[in-house]
């Protein structure tokens, strides 16, 4: 069923004939945000000319042409934002699969709310500093010595995984309220959202989140992500780009409808010019919460847990084929044809 309606949705999005694969190179990029004073770290993979040689990261094995050259031309821009507590390398099968097919990927690790340090979770400030990190990111591509003379600036698109899907929204001006956790974790006592402990530690306050919209984002792509703070009757009047939004049909860590069901909803009636809706909604039947997450060695899955399971019967890496060739397709097409 999941391949069935992975291949439909790549008829549907499918490129008039697909470009031949780029290497992936690899480089780091520290990034400063002026607006809250933090530094820190982002991985970017880029379309290069140079072969790619087995590297380690810790546990993990990958194919990158470290500090290789970027190929000529000019290239769309994606920002991936991770989960709370997790790895800017969590998303790399999807990074991989648009490098190869000629994007540049910037992956932050998001201060304060990472695996290496996490004090910034379920706070106030975290939901406020998310979005100012991949407005920060961006700054610091388009501006970077070697890889921004290969940029199409006017070609920038966020993919966010649930906090990160959160980060992406309000980035692209999406209008967040955290006083909507506190009235539902609050309200439904039973709700098993992992944002509502920070709500019964007394670690978050009610705000209202504007950020100023980025108007260099140019799509979207949402996997399982937070939408509970977007219930505000404005939270959607600023975004008007066009969005695939991703569900998991067995996320057990957020809670429908106050989640992706809030975005959809808000996001009804959005059209480009010839009418169609600027909202793309695929559910992922038997898919959990990290689904979305890069396949983990099997060495490694049983002291991570929660976060390296899936549902019985789901492949997780059979899934990032597919969810890789999905998101090419969609990004290809979507940014070609930019408003």
Same mark, same amino acid.
């Given at each position: 069923?999941?391949?069935?309606?992975?291949?439909?949705? /790549?008829?549907? $999005?499918?490129?008039? %004939?697909?470009?031949?694969?780029?290497?992936?190179?690899?480089?780091?990029?520290?990034?400063?945000?002026?607006?809250?004073?933090? !530094?820190?770290?982002?991985?970017?993979?880029?379309?290069?000319?140079?072969?790619?040689?087995?590297?380690?990261?810790?546990?993990?094995?990958?194919?990158?042409?470290?500090?290789?050259?970027?190929?000529?031309?000019?290239? *769309? /821009?994606?920002?991936?934002?991770?989960?709370?507590?997790?790895?800017?390398?969590?998303?790399?099968?999807?990074?991989? #699969?648009?490098?190869?097919?000629?994007?540049?990927?910037?992956?932050?690790?998001?201060?304060?709310?990472? $695996?290496?340090?996490?004090?910034?979770?379920?706070?106030?400030?975290?939901?406020?500093?998310?979005? !100012?990190?991949?407005?920060?990111?961006?700054?610091?591509?388009?501006?970077? *010595?070697?890889?921004?003379?290969?940029?199409?600036?006017?070609?920038? %698109?966020?993919?966010?995984?649930?906090?990160?899907?959160?980060?992406?929204?309000?980035? #692209?001006?999406?209008? %967040?309220?955290?006083?909507?956790?506190?009235?539902?974790?609050?309200?439904?006592?039973?709700?098993?959202?992992?944002?509502?402990?920070?709500?019964?530690?007394?670690?978050?306050?009610?705000?209202?989140?504007?950020?100023?919209?980025? *108007?260099?984002? !140019?799509?979207?792509?949402?996997?399982? *992500?937070?939408?509970?703070? $977007?219930?505000?009757?404005?939270?959607?009047?600023?975004?008007?780009?066009?969005?695939?939004?991703?569900?998991?049909?067995?996320?057990?860590? /957020?809670?429908?409808?106050?989640?992706?069901?809030?975005?959809?909803?808000?996001?009804?009636?959005?059209?480009?010019?010839?009418? !169609?809706?600027?909202?793309?909604?695929?559910?992922?039947?038997? %898919?959990?919460?990290?689904?979305?997450?890069?396949?983990?060695?099997?060495?490694?899955?049983?002291?991570?847990?929660?976060?390296?399971?899936?549902?019985?019967?789901?492949?997780?890496?059979?899934?990032?084929?597919?969810?890789?060739?999905?998101?090419?397709?969609?990004?290809?097409?979507?940014?070609?044809?930019?408003?």
């Amino acid at each position: 069923m999941m391949v069935l309606l992975v291949f439909c949705f /790549l008829g549907a $999005f499918s490129a008039n %004939a697909a470009p031949a694969d780029y290497h992936v190179g690899f480089r780091k990029v520290m990034v400063e945000s002026r607006d809250t004073g933090e !530094k820190f770290p982002m991985s970017v993979v880029y379309p290069t000319q140079t072969p790619e040689t087995r590297v380690q990261f810790g546990p993990f094995a990958m194919e990158l042409a470290i500090g290789s050259e970027i190929s000529s031309g000019h290239f *769309p /821009l994606v920002l991936i934002s991770h989960g709370s507590g997790g790895s800017n390398l969590a998303h790399r099968s999807i990074a991989f #699969a648009l490098a190869r097919k000629g994007f540049v990927v910037g992956m932050p690790l998001h201060p304060g709310n990472n $695996f290496e340090n996490n004090q910034a979770e379920g706070t106030t400030r975290n939901w406020q500093n998310r979005p !100012k990190h991949l407005q920060a990111a961006i700054d610091a591509l388009v501006t970077h *010595p070697q890889l921004s003379k290969r940029l199409d600036v006017g070609r920038i %698109a966020v993919i966010g995984h649930s906090m990160g899907g959160y980060a992406a929204l309000a980035a #692209a001006g999406a209008v %967040a309220d955290t006083g909507q956790i506190i009235e539902q974790c609050t309200s439904q006592t039973d709700m098993k959202d992992p944002f509502c402990l920070s709500v019964q530690g007394n670690q978050l306050t009610a705000v209202r989140i504007e950020n100023p919209k980025d *108007p260099r984002i !140019k799509a979207a792509v949402l996997m399982a *992500p937070v939408g509970l703070v $977007f219930r505000a009757a404005d939270a959607f009047a600023k975004v008007d780009i066009p969005m695939l939004l991703i569900r998991a049909g067995k996320d057990e860590e /957020l809670t429908e409808p106050y989640h992706s069901a809030v975005i959809a909803a808000g996001y009804t009636g959005k059209t480009h010019n010839n009418g !169609k809706a600027k909202l793309t909604e695929v559910t992922i039947q038997n %898919a959990g919460h990290y689904a979305f997450i890069t396949p983990y060695p099997e060495s490694i899955k049983a002291e991570l847990g929660v976060v390296a399971e899936d549902p019985a019967g789901f492949d997780r890496s059979v899934f990032h084929q597919e969810l890789s060739a999905m998101i090419v397709a969609y990004l290809t097409q979507t940014l070609k044809n930019t408003e």
